[in-house]
C-alpha cells in the first residue's frame, strides 16, 4: 500500500475536463487522431516553438500549426517529457493535413492527437475548454457546500458522532470510521468494506496520530478502494478513516470539515481548556502583562505562523486550525496561528504558510514580524511553507538597522515593482515564471524589472547586487 502524507484542506481543486468532453463539442469539429480520450485536461496553451517543453507545466492541451516542426518524432518526444495531457494540431495555414510521422509518433508514445479544422480557431478550443472547466468547478463548488451544509446539521442532532459520520459517508458514498488511540474502531458509518480493504484502513489509520512530528493525515489505497485516515485535534489520540471507491477533486475539502466537527465533538475536555484561555485574555484586556497572560496558557515556547489560501468560507481558518493542532487564531485575509510547542508547523495542501522560530511571550511581537517575512518569502518563492532562518548572515545585522536600511534602499521603487523584484529574484530571473507567478504578461515583468534598474541605479545582472536587494526585501516590513 502506498502512502503519502498532506493534511486536510479547505480549497477544492478545479478539477480537470476529460478530453471526450471536449470533443463531444461538435460545433468544433475536432477529431481524434492518435491517443485514449479519457485524458484529463487541466488548461490550455498554445505554442510554435520547435522545442515548446520550457514552457509547458503538465496537463495541457499543446495546440500548434507546427510553424517549427523540423523533427515531428523529437517534438512529441519532448512534450511527453514534459507532461502534456494532448496535443492539439492546426491543419492550416502550414500544412493541409495533419503530419504522418506525428500521428505515428503520438501512437507509438499514447499521447492524444486531435485533428484541428480549418474553421476552428485555437481561442474558440480554449474558450470551450474554459467553460467546461468552468461548469465543472461550479458542479463540485455546489456539491462541496451542499456536504458541508449536511455535516454541520448533522452535528447539532441529539447524537452528533454517529450523525457526522453518517453523514460524510453518505455523501462520499463510502466508509467512514473513528478509530480510538488503541486503534480499535469506536464508531462506523457506511457500507462495511471487505476485510483487505478494513485491514488496510486501520493500518494507514496507525501512521497518523498526536506524536510529535507525526503526520496529521496519510493517504493510499487497498481492497480496490482509496483510503484515507487523519488525526483529530482534540488530543486524545483519535483518527478519522475514510474509505470511497474514488476520490473526487473536492473530497479533501468535504473530510476537512468533518476532521474539524468530530475534532470539537470529541474533546469534552476543550471546555476547561477554553475557560483557561479566556481567562487569560480577559486578564490581558483589563492591563495585566502579555508575560503573564501568556503564562496561564503554556509555558512555551510559541511558534507564529501566517497563512494566506483556503477557499473563504467560514470552515477554511478552522480547518487549518484544526489540522495544525491550535484553537488560537486569528481569521482574516492573512491567517495568524499560535501554536503550543506540540504543533508543529507542517505544510497545508491550499494554504502558503510563514512560520517563525519558537519564542517566549515576551517574543512574540518579533515572531509575529518573523513569520509575516516568511510568508511574503514563501508567496514570492511560490512555495507552501517557509520558515524564518534564526541563523546566517543576516542574523549578524541588527534587524532595525537592516530595516531602515530597506526602506531607504526600495523607497524609488513603490509597492508594486518592489512585488516584482522580490518575485523576480525568488524565480533567479524568469521572466515567464515570474509573469505566471504575478498573473501578468512576460513583456511586463520585462518593462518593471527595467524600470526597477534605473530607479534603483543599480546593474541588476550583477550577482552581488542581486544579493543586497534581496536581503532588502526580504528586512523590508
Same mark, same amino acid.
Given at each position: 500500500?502506498?502512502?503519502?502524507?498532506?493534511?486536510? $484542506?479547505?480549497?477544492?481543486?478545479?478539477?480537470?475536463?476529460?478530453?471526450?468532453?471536449?470533443?463531444?463539442?461538435?460545433?468544433?469539429?475536432?477529431?481524434?487522431?492518435?491517443?485514449?480520450?479519457?485524458?484529463?485536461?487541466?488548461?490550455?496553451?498554445?505554442?510554435?516553438?520547435?522545442?515548446?517543453?520550457?514552457?509547458?507545466?503538465?496537463?495541457?492541451?499543446?495546440?500548434?500549426?507546427?510553424?517549427?516542426?523540423?523533427?515531428?518524432?523529437?517534438?512529441?518526444?519532448?512534450?511527453?517529457?514534459?507532461?502534456?495531457?494532448?496535443?492539439?494540431? $492546426?491543419?492550416?495555414?502550414?500544412?493541409?493535413?495533419?503530419?504522418?510521422?506525428?500521428?505515428?509518433?503520438?501512437?507509438?508514445?499514447?499521447?492524444?492527437?486531435?485533428?484541428?479544422?480549418?474553421?476552428?480557431?485555437?481561442?474558440?478550443?480554449?474558450?470551450?475548454?474554459?467553460?467546461?472547466?468552468?461548469?465543472?468547478?461550479?458542479?463540485?463548488?455546489?456539491?462541496?457546500?451542499?456536504?458541508?451544509?449536511?455535516?454541520?446539521?448533522?452535528?447539532?442532532?441529539?447524537?452528533?458522532?454517529?450523525?457526522?459520520?453518517?453523514?460524510?459517508?453518505?455523501?462520499?458514498?463510502?466508509?467512514?470510521?473513528?478509530?480510538?488511540?488503541?486503534?480499535?474502531?469506536?464508531?462506523?458509518?457506511?457500507?462495511?468494506?471487505?476485510?483487505?480493504?478494513?485491514?488496510?484502513?486501520?493500518?494507514?489509520?496507525?501512521?497518523?496520530?498526536?506524536?510529535?512530528?507525526?503526520?496529521?493525515?496519510?493517504?493510499?489505497?487497498?481492497?480496490?478502494?482509496?483510503?484515507?485516515?487523519?488525526?483529530?485535534?482534540?488530543?486524545?489520540?483519535?483518527?478519522? $478513516?475514510?474509505?470511497?471507491?474514488?476520490?473526487?477533486?473536492?473530497?479533501?475539502?468535504?473530510?476537512?470539515?468533518?476532521?474539524?466537527?468530530?475534532?470539537?465533538?470529541?474533546?469534552?475536555?476543550?471546555?476547561?481548556?477554553?475557560?483557561?484561555?479566556?481567562?487569560?485574555?480577559?486578564?490581558?484586556?483589563?492591563?495585566?502583562?502579555?508575560?503573564?497572560?501568556?503564562?496561564?496558557?503554556?509555558?512555551?515556547?510559541?511558534?507564529?505562523?501566517?497563512?494566506?489560501?483556503?477557499?473563504?468560507?467560514?470552515?477554511?481558518?478552522?480547518?487549518?486550525?484544526?489540522?495544525?493542532?491550535?484553537?488560537?487564531?486569528?481569521?482574516?485575509?492573512?491567517?495568524?496561528?499560535?501554536?503550543?510547542?506540540?504543533?508543529?508547523?507542517?505544510?497545508?495542501?491550499?494554504?502558503?504558510?510563514?512560520?517563525?522560530?519558537?519564542?517566549?511571550?515576551?517574543?512574540?511581537?518579533?515572531?509575529?514580524?518573523?513569520?509575516?517575512?516568511?510568508?511574503?518569502?514563501?508567496?514570492?518563492?511560490?512555495?507552501?511553507?517557509?520558515?524564518?532562518?534564526?541563523?546566517?548572515?543576516?542574523?549578524?545585522?541588527?534587524?532595525?538597522?537592516?530595516?531602515?536600511?530597506?526602506?531607504?534602499?526600495?523607497?524609488?521603487?513603490?509597492?508594486?515593482?518592489?512585488?516584482?523584484?522580490?518575485?523576480?529574484?525568488?524565480?533567479?530571473?524568469?521572466?515567464?515564471?515570474?509573469?505566471?507567478?504575478?498573473?501578468?504578461?512576460?513583456?511586463?515583468?520585462?518593462?518593471?524589472?527595467?524600470?526597477?534598474?534605473?530607479?534603483?541605479?543599480?546593474?541588476?545582472?550583477?550577482?552581488?547586487?542581486?544579493?543586497?536587494?534581496?536581503?532588502?526585501?526580504?528586512?523590508?516590513?
Amino acid at each position: 500500500m502506498l502512502v503519502t502524507h498532506s493534511a486536510p $484542506g479547505s480549497t477544492p481543486p478545479a478539477p480537470p475536463v476529460p478530453l471526450a468532453a471536449l470533443l463531444a463539442r461538435r460545433e468544433l469539429g475536432l477529431r481524434l487522431l492518435a491517443g485514449p480520450d479519457d485524458v484529463a485536461l487541466h488548461w490550455v496553451h498554445t505554442s510554435e516553438m520547435e522545442d515548446p517543453y520550457p514552457y509547458l507545466l503538465g496537463g495541457e492541451l499543446l495546440m500548434t500549426a507546427g510553424v517549427q516542426l523540423p523533427d515531428p518524432a523529437r517534438f512529441v518526444e519532448r512534450v511527453v517529457e514534459a507532461g502534456a495531457a494532448a496535443l492539439g494540431f $492546426g491543419v492550416t495555414p502550414v500544412y493541409d493535413t495533419v503530419p504522418a510521422e506525428l500521428v505515428e509518433a503520438c501512437v507509438r508514445h499514447g499521447l492524444p492527437l486531435i485533428e484541428v479544422p480549418p474553421r476552428t480557431p485555437f481561442t474558440a478550443v480554449a474558450r470551450a475548454l474554459w467553460r467546461l472547466m468552468a461548469e465543472a468547478r461550479l458542479n463540485e463548488l455546489r456539491r462541496v457546500t451542499e456536504a458541508q451544509q449536511s455535516l454541520a446539521t448533522a452535528a447539532a442532532r441529539p447524537a452528533p458522532v454517529p450523525a457526522v459520520l453518517g453523514a460524510l459517508a453518505s455523501r462520499l458514498g463510502g466508509r467512514a470510521v473513528l478509530y480510538g488511540p488503541d486503534g480499535s474502531e469506536s464508531a462506523a458509518a457506511g457500507r462495511e468494506p471487505a476485510p483487505e480493504a478494513a485491514r488496510a484502513l486501520a493500518e494507514l489509520a496507525g501512521v497518523v496520530g498526536p506524536r510529535p512530528g507525526g503526520p496529521a493525515s496519510a493517504s493510499g489505497e487497498g481492497g480496490g478502494l482509496k483510503l484515507a485516515a487523519y488525526a483529530l485535534g482534540g488530543g486524545d489520540g483519535l483518527t478519522l $478513516g475514510v474509505a470511497t471507491e474514488r476520490r473526487d477533486p473536492g473530497d479533501h475539502t468535504v473530510v476537512g470539515v468533518a476532521v474539524v466537527l468530530l475534532s470539537l465533538l470529541t474533546a469534552p475536555h476543550r471546555a476547561a481548556d477554553v475557560s483557561v484561555r479566556d481567562g487569560a485574555l480577559t486578564r490581558l484586556l483589563l492591563g495585566a502583562p502579555a508575560a503573564e497572560a501568556a503564562a496561564a496558557l503554556s509555558p512555551g515556547p510559541w511558534t507564529v505562523v501566517h497563512a494566506r489560501g483556503g477557499d473563504g468560507t467560514p470552515f477554511a481558518a478552522a480547518t487549518l486550525a484544526a489540522a495544525l493542532g491550535t484553537d488560537l487564531v486569528d481569521a482574516g485575509p492573512t491567517v495568524r496561528l499560535l501554536l503550543p510547542p506540540d504543533a508543529p508547523a507542517t505544510a497545508q495542501p491550499g494554504w502558503t504558510l510563514g512560520v517563525s522560530a519558537p519564542a517566549d511571550a515576551a517574543g512574540l511581537p518579533a515572531a509575529d514580524a518573523q513569520a509575516g517575512r516568511a510568508l511574503r518569502r514563501a508567496e514570492a518563492a511560490r512555495t507552501p511553507l517557509v520558515r524564518h532562518r534564526v541563523n546566517g548572515l543576516a542574523g549578524l545585522v541588527d534587524p532595525a538597522e537592516a530595516a531602515a536600511h530597506a526602506r531607504v534602499l526600495l523607497a524609488p521603487l513603490g509597492e508594486a515593482r518592489a512585488e516584482t523584484l522580490r518575485t523576480w529574484l525568488s524565480l533567479h530571473g524568469s521572466w515567464d515564471r515570474t509573469a505566471a507567478a504575478l498573473g501578468v504578461h512576460r513583456n511586463t515583468v520585462r518593462q518593471r524589472i527595467a524600470r526597477c534598474a534605473v530607479l534603483l541605479d543599480r546593474d541588476l545582472d550583477d550577482p552581488d547586487v542581486r544579493m543586497e536587494l534581496w536581503f532588502a526585501l526580504s528586512r523590508a516590513c
